[in-house]
Every structure is written in structure tokens, then in C-alpha cells.
């Protein structure tokens, strides 16, 4: 998915705490203009109680330089006019869920799209048949080219081997679990090939970045890693797909047509974002610095896939108990955790092979990044490869639910894990 500015984004995404600000109320400026007066007068004389009084009088208006200074800013000052404390009034209820939206809103607007397709799937059935996702598809991965900042990725050459490791893990590791997800005897069969599917993918295209810069990891290497995985995966996907999954379900798949599609619909807009930001300044400053506004772009037409497949299958998911669609997303979930803990037990080990100094596996900067990366999967891509199957693994609404419910669960799981990171970051530093 294409959580972003992050957003996802997820990134910035929703569920990672802020960190905490201190406000200094006692600064000498913040004092009051009376007390300084009336202690230089004890020095030199006995004050008298009209100079007193009138001390106070003059005291009573602020400064007028402090005065403008507010009116630029815009706001109030959390400090009152005679230096006492004022209470911050707390955000409104309508700023709170506005703020509340526009930090989940990849997550919202994926559900929402869910919810309006069972709904009414009158307007869905009719963007189907003007091929409404096919383009939708394609604003996407423009818009993730016109948002890769590629001139970081020479940062990333240093921690090659940390890269080569989590690009293994990307495209061979986890599509390896496929065929062994696809043993699970289950109904509806298509959620358990979605989820399989899904394993398959490469790594998201923007929130394993975004939650790799709040953590504190290195951004190159994880955007060294999205950017490698994308690219290969156009190749690798369509054979995993035909040996893990095609076998299981006994079908063949039209790789070399899928290849074809995939390039059609992913590389080609990629590139073209690519090359419109690297060639024009203006582009890239243009969109450096409307970043939230291109991710909530992406989030809605991310968010047309599902609204349309689920439309056209809003008879067959109605049928299909609560129990069917809990089991999977908690097999959703299960799968998710089980990457998170090899990859760590995988750094772990590689950490202790090497010898000579500190290997570039237990550099913290380098091993958050790949854990983060390596254990995502992309939304946007299964969209597109399940767009160009036709129906060759089941229905398209069952294969993309459990992977929008999979896509969402990853973000919440790993905020928390960022978040719980951080936590004890703090307290490191603290403790210092």
C-alpha cells in the first residue's frame, strides 16, 4: 500500500505517538516588568506607594513589541499579560477527528471503500466497466515515482549486505511460505489464495520508509530495499505466482502475459514519475512540499480497487459468515508476526557469523530498517496482479479483502512495534 507522508503515512502513520515538548515558563523575559522595577527601586531609595502604584498601572499593558509579535504568529500566547500561566484550551471535537482522519486515512478510505461497495454496488459495477481501476492503478505508481527521493539511495551502499539479506527475504523467503499457506484447508478457498498471493508481493512502496524515519533507522537502506524489490519483483512475482500458487490451485498461469502487464501497469508509471522528479526541480519541490496532499491522492484511487472488486462480489461476500473473515484476517496477522520474528532471528544470527568489528547486522540503524522492510507486503501491487489474473484464481472481491484486512493489520502492528522502540530509546538516553 501506498500508506504515506507517510503518512500508512500507516507511515507517519496513525498509531506512532508524537514525541513529548517542553514549554520554559520562566524565562526571565516572562517575568514581570513590575517586580524587575520595584526591586531596582529597593537599591537606590524606599519606594513610595504612588511610585508602587503606578509601577503596576504601567505594568498592566504587555510590551507592545510582544504585543505585534503575537498578532504575527497568529495564535495566543500560552502565557497571560501579567506573567502567570494560562491554560491551553484542548482541541475541539472537531478538530480532534479531523486530525484523527487525516492521520488514518489510508486505512479509513480502504474500508470505506469496502463498506460502499456492500452498500450499493450500482456505481462500482459501472466504474468496472469503464476499466476505472486500471487507471487508478496507474495514478498510483506515478505518484509513488514522483514521490522516491532515489538520490538518497547512494547512502545505502554501505550496508550492502544488510540490503542483499532483506531483498532475499522480500522476493524469495516469503513467497517460499506461499505454498504452505495454500495447505490450509479453509472456505471461502479464495481468501486463503489471496493471503498466499500477498506473500508474493514486494515491499510496500511507502510506509516501511515512513516508519523507518521515525524510528530512527536508516532511510536509505530502506528505500534502497522498496525501490530494488519493486523493480525485481515485476520479474520474480509472476514466477512465484506459477510455482507456489499455480501448482497448488492447478492452473496455469500466463506468466510471460503477466510479465507483459505488470509492466504495462507498474514499471512504465513508475519510471515516468521517476524521471519527472529527478529532470525538474520545480516537479520535485512541487511535490516535496505537497506530500500529504499526493498521499491522500493515492490513498483514494489505492482505495477504488476494493470498492470495485467488492462490488462486484457483494453477493458471494454477503454469503460468507463473520467466523470465515475473522479466521482469515487472524491468519493475516499470524503471518505478519511469524516475518517479523524471523527476520530478527535471521539479523540475530547473521550478527554473530561475522568477526572482525561490528557487523553491519547488529547496527541498530541498519537491522530496524531491514526488519521493518523485509516484513511488508504491498497492496498496490496484489491489486494490479490480481486485476490481470481474470478471475484465474477465484473471485477478485475474496482474493482482495483479506489482503486490504492484512495490509491494514501490518501498519497497526508495526506503529506499535516503532512506538515501543522509541520507548526504549528514551530511556536509554535518559539513563545516561
Request: charged share 10%; aromatic share 8%.
Given at each position: 500500500?501506498?500508506?504515506?507522508?507517510t503518512?500508512?503515512?500507516l507511515?507517519?502513520?496513525?498509531?506512532?505517538?508524537?514525541?513529548?515538548?517542553?514549554?520554559?515558563?520562566?524565562?526571565?523575559?516572562?517575568?514581570?516588568?513590575?517586580?524587575?522595577?520595584l526591586?531596582?527601586?529597593?537599591?537606590?531609595?524606599?519606594p513610595?506607594?504612588?511610585?508602587?502604584?503606578?509601577?503596576?498601572?504601567?505594568?498592566?499593558?504587555?510590551?507592545?513589541?510582544?504585543?505585534?509579535?503575537?498578532?504575527?504568529?497568529?495564535?495566543?500566547?500560552?502565557?497571560?499579560?501579567?506573567?502567570?500561566?494560562?491554560?491551553?484550551p484542548?482541541?475541539?471535537?472537531?478538530?480532534?477527528?479531523?486530525?484523527?482522519?487525516?492521520?488514518?486515512?489510508?486505512?479509513?478510505?480502504?474500508?470505506?471503500?469496502?463498506?460502499?461497495?456492500?452498500?450499493?454496488?450500482?456505481l462500482?459495477?459501472?466504474a468496472?466497466?469503464?476499466?476505472?481501476?486500471?487507471?487508478s492503478?496507474?495514478g498510483?505508481?506515478?505518484?509513488?515515482?514522483?514521490?522516491?527521493?532515489?538520490?538518497?539511495?547512494?547512502?545505502?551502499l554501505?550496508?550492502?549486505?544488510?540490503?542483499?539479506?532483506g531483498?532475499?527475504?522480500?522476493l524469495?523467503?516469503?513467497?517460499?511460505?506461499?505454498?504452505?499457506?495454500?495447505?490450509?484447508?479453509?472456505?471461502?478457498r479464495?481468501?486463503?489464495?489471496?493471503?498466499?498471493?500477498?506473500?508474493?508481493?514486494?515491499?510496500?512502496?511507502?510506509?516501511?520508509?515512513?516508519?523507518?524515519?521515525?524510528v530512527?533507522?536508516?532511510?536509505?537502506?530502506?528505500?534502497?530495499m522498496t525501490?530494488?524489490?519493486?523493480?525485481?519483483?515485476?520479474?520474480?512475482?509472476?514466477?512465484?505466482?506459477?510455482?507456489?500458487?499455480?501448482?497448488?490451485v492447478?492452473?496455469?498461469?500466463?506468466?510471460?502475459?503477466?510479465?507483459?502487464?505488470?509492466?504495462?501497469?507498474?514499471?512504465?508509471?513508475?519510471?515516468?514519475?521517476?524521471?519527472?522528479?529527478?529532470?525538474?526541480?520545480?516537479i520535485?519541490?512541487?511535490?516535496?512540499?505537497?506530500?500529504?496532499?499526493f498521499?491522500?491522492?493515492?490513498?483514494?484511487?489505492?482505495s477504488?480497487?476494493?470498492w470495485?472488486?467488492?462490488?462486484?462480489s457483494?453477493?458471494?461476500?454477503?454469503?460468507?459468515?463473520?467466523?470465515?473473515?475473522?479466521?482469515?484476517?487472524?491468519?493475516?496477522?499470524?503471518?505478519?508476526?511469524?516475518?517479523?520474528a524471523?527476520?530478527?532471528?535471521?539479523?540475530?544470527?547473521?550478527?554473530?557469523?561475522?568477526q572482525?568489528?561490528?557487523?553491519?547486522?547488529?547496527?541498530?540503524?541498519?537491522?530496524?530498517?531491514?526488519?521493518?522492510?523485509?516484513?511488508?507486503?504491498?497492496?498496490?501491487?496484489?491489486?494490479?496482479?490480481?486485476?490481470?489474473?481474470?478471475?484465474?484464481?477465484?473471485?477478485?472481491?475474496?482474493?482482495?479483502?483479506?489482503?486490504?484486512a492484512?495490509?491494514?493489520?501490518?501498519?497497526?502492528?508495526?506503529?506499535i512495534?516503532?512506538?515501543?522502540?522509541?520507548?526504549?530509546?528514551?530511556?536509554?538516553?535518559?539513563a545516561?
Open positions: 500500500m501506498v500508506a504515506t507522508r503518512g500508512f503515512s507511515a507517519s502513520f496513525a498509531f506512532v505517538s508524537a514525541s513529548d515538548s517542553a514549554m520554559i515558563t520562566h524565562h526571565p523575559s516572562l517575568l514581570r516588568p513590575s517586580i524587575l522595577t526591586r531596582a527601586g529597593v537599591l537606590g531609595r524606599r513610595t506607594l504612588n511610585a508602587f502604584l503606578s509601577t503596576t498601572v504601567a505594568s498592566a499593558t504587555p510590551p507592545l513589541r510582544l504585543r505585534c509579535l503575537r498578532a504575527t504568529a497568529g495564535g495566543t500566547s500560552p502565557v497571560s499579560g501579567d506573567g502567570g500561566k494560562r491554560a491551553v484542548p482541541p475541539t471535537l472537531g478538530a480532534a477527528l479531523l486530525g484523527f482522519v487525516r492521520s488514518n486515512f489510508l486505512p479509513l478510505a480502504l474500508i470505506g471503500g469496502i463498506i460502499l461497495g456492500l452498500l450499493d454496488p450500482t462500482g459495477c459501472l468496472h466497466k469503464y476499466s476505472l481501476s486500471k487507471y492503478t496507474f498510483i505508481f506515478v505518484i509513488s515515482g514522483l514521490t522516491l527521493r532515489t538520490r538518497e539511495l547512494g547512502a545505502a554501505e550496508a550492502w549486505p544488510a540490503g542483499l539479506y531483498l532475499g527475504s522480500i524469495l523467503f516469503t513467497p517460499f511460505l506461499a505454498q504452505f499457506i495454500m495447505q490450509v484447508q479453509f472456505f471461502p479464495e481468501f486463503i489464495t489471496g493471503l498466499a498471493i500477498f506473500c508474493c508481493m514486494p515491499t510496500t512502496l511507502s510506509s516501511g520508509v515512513t516508519l523507518t524515519q521515525l530512527g533507522g536508516n532511510s536509505a537502506l530502506a528505500l534502497a525501490v530494488a524489490s519493486n523493480l525485481l519483483g515485476i520479474i520474480i512475482v509472476p514466477l512465484s505466482l506459477a510455482k507456489y500458487i499455480g501448482a497448488g492447478g492452473v496455469s498461469l500466463p506468466t510471460e502475459q503477466l510479465f507483459k502487464s505488470l509492466v504495462t501497469s507498474l514499471l512504465i508509471p513508475l519510471i515516468i514519475g521517476m524521471v519527472a522528479r529527478e529532470t525538474s526541480k520545480g520535485a519541490d512541487f511535490v516535496d512540499g505537497n506530500r500529504q496532499s498521499s491522500v491522492a493515492s490513498a483514494v484511487l489505492l477504488l480497487v476494493p470495485i472488486q467488492v462490488s462486484r457483494r453477493s458471494l461476500i454477503l454469503s460468507v459468515q463473520v467466523k470465515s473473515f475473522a479466521v482469515a484476517v487472524t491468519i493475516g496477522v499470524l503471518l505478519h508476526l511469524a516475518l517479523l524471523f527476520n530478527a532471528a535471521m539479523l540475530e544470527i547473521l550478527s554473530r557469523l561475522e572482525k568489528g561490528e557487523s553491519v547486522f547488529a547496527q541498530k540503524e541498519y537491522a530496524r530498517a531491514v526488519i521493518l522492510v523485509a516484513s511488508q507486503k504491498t497492496l498496490p501491487v496484489l491489486v494490479a496482479v490480481v486485476e490481470q489474473l481474470g478471475g484465474a484464481f477465484g473471485e477478485s472481491g475474496f482474493l482482495v479483502i483479506p489482503c486490504v492484512a495490509h491494514i493489520n501490518q501498519i497497526i502492528i508495526d506503529s512495534i516503532v512506538n515501543w522502540w522509541r520507548q526504549k530509546d528514551q530511556q536509554f538516553t535518559s545516561k
